[in-house]
C-alpha cells in the first residue's frame, strides 16, 4: 500500500521541475521579448516609452493579477497539471496574436491575454513541487523552477538580438495567408507556435498527493481571509517587501537594453547576446544560490531563513545599482553581473516561504496573493516608473541612466527594511501554521 505522505522519488520529483521549469522559460521568453523590441515596435506603432512601457507591465500585469487568485483557489482543488496546460495553451495563442497586431490597442488587448493565461502557472507550480520535495529541500527546489526567470529573459533577449541582427540583412518576410510581416512579428508567431506544441510535455508530470498540515481539506474562502489575516504581519512584510525587489528587478530590467543603446552606444544585437548571456549566467546562479543558502541555514535550525536570504539580496542590491552610474564598460560589466546575480538571489525564497507558513489546501491562494502583489506592484508599475521619470523629469532620453539608478535604489532600501521588520512576524506565522494543524488533528479525531 502506498503511504499518501511519502515524496514521489527524487528523480520523478525532479523531472517535474525540470518541466515546470521549462513552461516557466517559455513564459518569461513570452513576457519580456518587448524589452529588447522597444525601438521597431515604437516605430512601427508610433508609440511613446511610456505607452511601450504599458505593454511591458501593466497590461500585462493587471489580468495576471485579477485571474490569479482564482486560478490559485482551482490549483488547491483540482489537477494542477490540467491548469497549467490550459494555460500554457491559451497564453501561447495570445502570444501569436500579438504578432498579428496592426494596432496599439490590439497589441494592449493580446497582452492582457497573455497575462491572464500566465496567472495560471506559478499557483499550480509551486504547489506540485511543494508535493514532490521535503521542506528541508523546497527552497531549492523552487529556486531552479524559478531560474526561468533569468533563463526566459535572457533567452528573449538572445532571441531577439539574433532576429534583430537577421532582420537588418534581409528585411520584412512575406509569409502565407499573412502577407508582410515585420521581424519582431515573427518573433511572437514562432514563439506562440512553440507554446502551443510544449503543452504535450506536461503529459510527462504526474500529480503528487497532497501533504502537509491541511492537506485534503477543504477550506472555504472565508477561512482563507482569516488565516491571513491572524499572520498578517507577515504576509505585509514579506509580500510586499519582496513586491519592492520585483519593482526594482523589473523596472531596471525593462529599460537596460535601451540603457545600452542609448547611453553606451551598443547595438540592439550586441546588447541581445551580451546582456542576454549575462542574464542567464549570473541570474541563474543567483537564484539557485539564494535557494541553497536558505536550505542550509534551515537546516541549521532557523526558521526565517528565506527572510534573512531576502534582506541580504537586497542590501547587496542597493550596493551594485552603482552600475548604472559607471562609464568603463569593463567595470560595468562586471558589477552588472554581481547586480544581476543579487537580484536574483530572493526570487526563489520568496515564494517557498509561503508553503512553509500556509497550510496545504490554502497554498495556491497564498501563492496568487503573492503573485498579485509582486507582479502589480513590479512588472505593473516598475517599468512605468522609469518612464515616468525619464519622460517628465528628467525630459530626455538619455537620462534614463539616472532614471533607473534612482527608481531602483529607493525601491530597494524600502525592500531592506520590509523585509527586515518581517522577520520575528515571519517566525510566528510558523508557529501559527503548527497550531492550526494541531487543531484541525483534534476536529478529525473528536
Known sequence: MIDKNSYPTTARAWITVAILLMAYVLSFIDRQILNLLVGPIRADLGISDTQMSLLMGLSFAIFYTIAGIPLGRVADSRSRRGLIAWGILFWSLMTAACGLAKQYWHFVVFRIGVGAGEAALSPAAYSLMADSFPPEKRATAISVYSMGIYLGAGLAFLLGGIVITWANAHGDMVLPLLGTVRPWQIIFLVLGAAGVLFCLVLLAIREPTRKGVGAGVAVPLKEVGAYLLSIRKAVIC?????????????????????????????????????????????????????????????????????????????????????????????????????NVFTVAMPFGVAPAAIQEVM??????????????IITLIGLGIGPTAVALVTDYVFQDDYAIRYSIFWVASIITLGSVVLLWMGIKPYREARETLAAWGARQEQEQAG
Not at 266 to 292: C, D, K, N, Q
Not at 361 to 372: C, E, K, N, V, W
Open 238 to 338: 514579506h509580500n510586499f517587501g519582496f513586491a519592492c525587489l520585483s519593482f526594482a528587478s523589473y523596472g531596471a530590467s525593462a529599460w537596460i537594453p535601451t540603457f545600452f543603446i542609448r547611453n553606451h552606444g551598443l547595438t540592439p544585437g550586441e546588447v541581445g547576446i551580451y546582456y542576454g548571456s549575462l542574464v542567464m549566467v549570473a541570474g541563474s546562479l543567483g537564484i539557485v544560490f539564494g535557494g541553497r543558502l536558505s536550505d542550509y541555514l534551515s537546516r541549521r535550525g532557523y526558521k526565517d531563513s528565506n527572510m534573512r536570504v531576502g534582506v541580504l539580496a537586497a542590501s547587496l542590491t542597493l550596493l551594485c545599482n552603482v552600475v548604472y552610474l559607471v562609464d568603463n564598460m569593463t567595470l560595468l560589466w562586471i558589477i552588472m553581473f554581481f
Open 359 to 372: 497550510p496545504n489546501a490554502m497554498r495556491g491562494q497564498a501563492s496568487a496573493i503573492y503573485l498579485f
